[in-house]
């Protein structure tokens, strides 16, 4: 019984703050249109003395219904919805931001792995080059020795034939020689 009376109560005085915040809620969107109504600022003087006290009026009951617990608690649930929605919100925005930074990580990579192939085939390329050279060297060099040694058994021939031939020479002026004393 006593549960049920203080549901009822609790219920009476929610719908209370509830009318009283729509009527906040009311006056404030009718300050905001007046403002938008208006295109001139008006002084104090030119603020009928009804509108004024209405005015006065308003911001009183305002007042009251801020110092109301009822209406404290909503603000204070609004400012939290507010400040877990602004939370929630930088959450996001640094999870965006770190997957943004790890795709440029990504990237970055991609791009230092292009960069070593390209520079590992630059270097097979050379190898291959100055094998080639090497080669092409190596076959030049063979060449020569085979020029030089060709070169030296003509030297040797012509050279053994000139021998040969002065062996010759010596023999027949020896014979010459035999012949004439005989």
């Known amino acids: 019984m006593q549960r049920t009376v203080l549901a ?13 915040r729509q009527r906040i809620v009311e006056n404030d969107e009718k300050k905001v249109m007046e ?23 308003t911001k009183a009951l305002d007042k009251l219904d801020e110092d109301d617990d ?11 919805a507010r400040v877990l929605a602004i ?10 931001l770190e997957r943004d930074w790890v795709d440029e990580q990504k990237k970055l990579d991609l791009m230092m792995e292009l960069e ?3 520079a590992l085939q630059e270097m097979d390329s050379k190898a291959e080059h100055r094998k080639v050279v090497e080669h092409h060297g190596c076959s030049k060099i063979i060449d020569q ?9 003509r030297h040797e021939e012509i050279l ?10 010596i023999e027949q002026q020896k014979e010459a020689e035999l012949k004439q004393m005989i």
Do not use: G, H, W, Y
């Open 116 to 118: 070593r192939l390209k």
């Open 160 to 169: 053994e034939k000139e021998r040969l031939q002065m062996r010759k020479n």
């Open 35 to 57: 403002k938008k109504n208006n295109t001139q600022t008006r002084t104090f003087k030119d603020v009928p003395k009804k509108d004024r006290v209405e005015n006065m009026l």
């Open 87 to 96: 939370r929630n919100q930088q959450l996001e925005e640094n999870k965006q």
């Open 8 to 20: 009822e109560q609790k219920t009476q005085s929610l719908a209370a703050s509830m009318a009283r």
């Open 70 to 80: 009822d209406v404290k608690v909503m603000n204070q649930k609004c400012l939290q």
């Open 145 to 153: 020795i085979k020029e030089r040694e060709v070169e030296r058994l």
